[in-house]
Structures are given as structure tokens and as C-alpha cells.
């Protein structure tokens, strides 16, 4: 294992496992009452971040999957002593729903070079259904990353559509939400 060699994209096979393991976390997300996107951060094979929205329980916007994992592997760094500008120059993210352009800008910002995802967000897409934030020509935002839709793309439809459907009924949003 080359450790601060080049980034080496993993095989298909190997991100389809990847992909698996975030679908069980979207799904996870969708039973404690929020948004059912989850993710995982990989470095040189091993799990690093495991994140899913936590918007609702957090009462915070931008708990997002992806920013709660970024925050694990951010710890992970500073418990492991390593540099984590090296670490997220070979991470590959796997998420469940293309991230949202604030995402996208972050992991822009982290340099992370992959990023592998199921459906489009079309509402708030940073990958290409609203903004192109990891192609675009930012000088002073980070690197310009690959990214990959379309893994498990209708798995992940279903749980969105599973979450709006299930917090749609009658009564206000607000009283729909948890509240245990
Ligand atoms: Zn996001």
C-alpha cells in the first residue's frame, strides 16, 4: 500500500460494495425520521467515515450525510496523528444521493479526488444537476474532482420517495417530525 502515492480510482466491484454498505446507512437515516441519504469516506480500503443526514435530530441545516462523515475523518486524523490533507487526497466518498452544491464545495475545499453516487439531487445537486461545482474553474476552491452517478441509483429514489411520502400527510411538517 503506497501511502502519499498517486490516487488510484478503485474497481467497479469494489465500489458497488462500498455503495451497499451506504444504502444500509440511508436506510438507517430513514427510520430515525430524516432525510435518507448516507455515506462513507474510504482510505486505502478502510472505513473512515460513516455518515448519515442528521439534519432533524441536530436541528441543524447543514448536518448533512456528508458533513458528518467528513467530521469523523477529521477525528479519525487527529486521533491517528496523520496528515489529513494527504488522507482526503485519497478518499473516495460513496453517497447515496448526489451531494447538494454546499456539500460539493466542501469536499471541493478538501481536495478529495472521487466521488461515487447513486440518484440526482435535483433540487440542490452540486454535481451537475444544479451547479457543477466539482468541474467547475474555481482557482481558490479547492481541486476539481471526479465524480460518478448512478450506483443504486433507484434503491436510493425509493427511500427518498419512501421519507416524503410517509412526512407528507395532513398535519404540519413540524409536528409530523420526532419529537421522542
Ligand atoms: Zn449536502
Redesign the pocket.
Known amino acids: 500500500m503506497d501511502e502519499g502515492g498517486r490516487f488510484r480510482p478503485p474497481e467497479r466491484e469494489e465500489q458497488e460494495r462500498w455503495m451497499e454498505r451506504a444504502l444500509g446507512t440511508a436506510k438507517e437515516a430513514l427510520e430515525n425520521g430524516e432525510v435518507p441519504?448516507g455515506c462513507l469516506m474510504v482510505y486505502h480500503n478502510e472505513i473512515l467515515g460513516l455518515g448519515r443526514n442528521e439534519v432533524n435530530e441536530t436541528k441543524n441545516a447543514t448536518r448533512?450525510?456528508?458533513?458528518v462523515a467528513i467530521d469523523q475523518v477529521l477525528e479519525w486524523c487527529r486521533q491517528k496523528d496523520k496528515d489529513r490533507e494527504e488522507v482526503f487526497e485519497h478518499t473516495v466518498l460513496y453517497v447515496t444521493v448526489e451531494?447538494?452544491?454546499?456539500?460539493?464545495a466542501?469536499l471541493r475545499l478538501l481536495n478529495i479526488p472521487l466521488v461515487v453516487y447513486g440518484c440526482q439531487n435535483e433540487r440542490?445537486g452540486?454535481c451537475g444537476s444544479v451547479l457543477n461545482i466539482p468541474a467547475d474553474d474555481l482557482k481558490h476552491s479547492g481541486a476539481p474532482f471526479q465524480s460518478i452517478g448512478g450506483y443504486r441509483a433507484e434503491e436510493a429514489v425509493e427511500l427518498l420517495k419512501t421519507f416524503y411520502k410517509a412526512e407528507n400527510p395532513n398535519a404540519p411538517k413540524s409536528k409530523v417530525r420526532k419529537k421522542q
Not at 64 to 67: D, F, L, R, S, V
Open positions: 441519504v448533512h450525510a456528508e458533513m451531494p447538494c452544491i454546499m456539500c460539493a466542501a440542490f452540486g
